[in-house]
């Protein structure tokens, strides 16, 4: 049992990692989720029984507050669940996650990662990407979607920011599928730190965000077509022309109308498999009233990056080569929604607003917390007795497949008698030939 015992009137805990991670009663106070002191509904035991519905891939309020019940050994009914999920439950949330994301972790003491090479480039290598997902569509006022003339649907966007250096989330932001990621370009701003080096898709692409980073920081970013560039003398560029037969290229440029940044514009011609699967891709996915032209087509058969990082810093090879780091937040936001029954836990209908955003928040924590706080610690030990890699999600699968013993942990170092099963269970097999993020990592630096 989990749950509070009252003695001379104060509540005591029982000892568990978790608790001095996460301090959820602290904040349960702070968010004014408890207006008096707590009988049968505890902030952590909301929490805790809610991870172990989560566990079964279910997500009713008869089901958790079954959970709920075994952890407090008080009868709790569904309505009264509900109706604690409110505006001050989700500001704890919020309070909550900030204070997991603002943590110090302790870095790994075998680092194989080939960070400390890289980082003698760049102060931190910053990932960011956005991950969505469907609501029940009565939502829609709080969550719009995309746009759709038969009926108003509900989409979440979670905005996020990853230090792949240190392996940590730096920001995790909830918005509506509307709240693009153009729009979200400038919000990483207060995080970013001299020297550091972001990597982020076309989406970011803003000529008044890459002015606010090229003097203080590091970027590299796919080139949006229809951009204006033009060279050192001030002369356009005909980039189709200029990159036609080439297999590389690597100038100096201008880049926008009247901006004229300047940057570094590297472009490389994909080999022709993968060029063709990307023009299909355009020609079939394209929206009814879009018609690409043949330049759009030309020009996606190559790869074209526009970047501040100079050549004395990193090779053309290497700039694509470190641009493929980003696919590791990709990796992270799929471990995520497949190893935590993450589709499973939103195919109620009749959940409210704040309901459906306690589920997105805790999930979000859980996450966090063991990739931030049981991650290092698995990884550490296993990499004592074999040099296989980790695979994040079978790493996720296993964790949320055993929250319930996560939970209980009153030290990390419990863990230590799963070490053999987990280098068996939740890491790549040796003859894999596809490369993970890692491996990418450690051969940009042999570059």
Not at 111 to 116: F, H, L, Q, V
Not at 123 to 145: A, C, E, K, W
Not at 161 to 183: A, E, I, P, T, V
Request: charged share 30%; with cysteine.
């Amino acid at each position: 049992m989990t749950n509070l015992a009252k003695e001379n009137g104060s509540i005591e805990y029982a000892p568990l990692l978790i608790r001095d991670q996460l301090n959820i009663e602290g904040f349960a106070y702070e968010s004014e989720f408890y207006k008096r002191e707590p009988k049968k509904i505890t902030a952590e035991n909301l929490f805790f029984s809610f991870w172990n519905m989560q566990e079964q891939g279910k997500n009713t309020l008869s089901k958790w507050a079954f959970e709920l019940s075994k952890l407090s050994g008080k009868t709790v009914e569904g309505q009264s669940l509900n109706e604690r999920l409110n505006e001050n439950c989700v500001k704890m949330c919020t309070l909550i996650l900030n204070k997991i994301l603002n943590q110090k972790t302790k870095k790994s003491i075998t680092e194989k990662d080939g960070i400390s090479e890289l980082g003698k480039l760049f102060n931190r290598i910053i990932l960011r990407d956005s991950t969505t997902q469907n609501l029940p569509n009565h939502l829609s006022n709080v969550f719009p979607g995309n746009y759709n003339k038969f009926k108003a649907t509900a989409v979440m966007r979670i905005q996020a920011c990853y230090d792949y250096s240190n392996h940590k989330w730096l920001q995790l932001n909830l918005g509506s599928f509307r709240d693009n990621d153009q729009g979200a370009a400038d919000c990483i701003s207060d995080i970013l730190e001299p020297g550091d080096l972001i990597l982020q898709d076309m989406g970011y692409f803003s000529l008044a965000w890459l002015r606010q980073l090229i003097d203080n920081q590091y970027i590299i970013t796919k080139w949006k077509p229809g951009t204006y560039l033009y060279s050192l003398e001030d002369k356009k560029i005909d980039l189709l022309r200029f990159v036609k037969g080439k297999k590389r290229v690597d100038i100096q440029v201008l880049v926008g109308q009247k901006e004229k940044l300047p940057m570094r514009l590297v472009a490389r011609k994909l080999p022709k498999e993968k060029a063709k699967i990307r023009v299909d891709k355009a020609r079939n996915n394209r929206h009814s009233k879009a018609k690409h032209s043949k330049e759009y087509i030309e020009l996606l058969k190559y790869e074209i990056y526009l970047t501040n990082v100079s050549e004395e810093k990193l090779d053309g090879k290497g700039i694509a080569k470190l641009y493929g780091l980003r696919w590791h937040i990709e990796i992270i936001f799929k471990s995520w929604k497949s190893g935590t029954n993450f589709k499973k836990m939103f195919q109620k209908e009749k959940m409210h607003e704040h309901r459906v955003k306690f589920t997105i928040y805790a999930m979000l924590i859980q996450f966090v917390y063991l990739m931030s706080n049981i991650y290092p610690f698995v990884k550490e030990s296993i990499s004592k007795i074999t040099d296989r890699r980790i695979s994040i999600m079978l790493f996720m699968e296993e964790m949320v497949s055993s929250i319930g013993k996560i939970i209980m942990l009153k030290d990390i170092n419990e863990l230590m008698h799963n070490t053999k099963a987990y280098a068996k269970r939740i890491t790549y097999e040796r003859h894999t030939k596809r490369a993970n993020t890692i491996d990418k990592y450690m051969y940009v630096n042999i570059l």
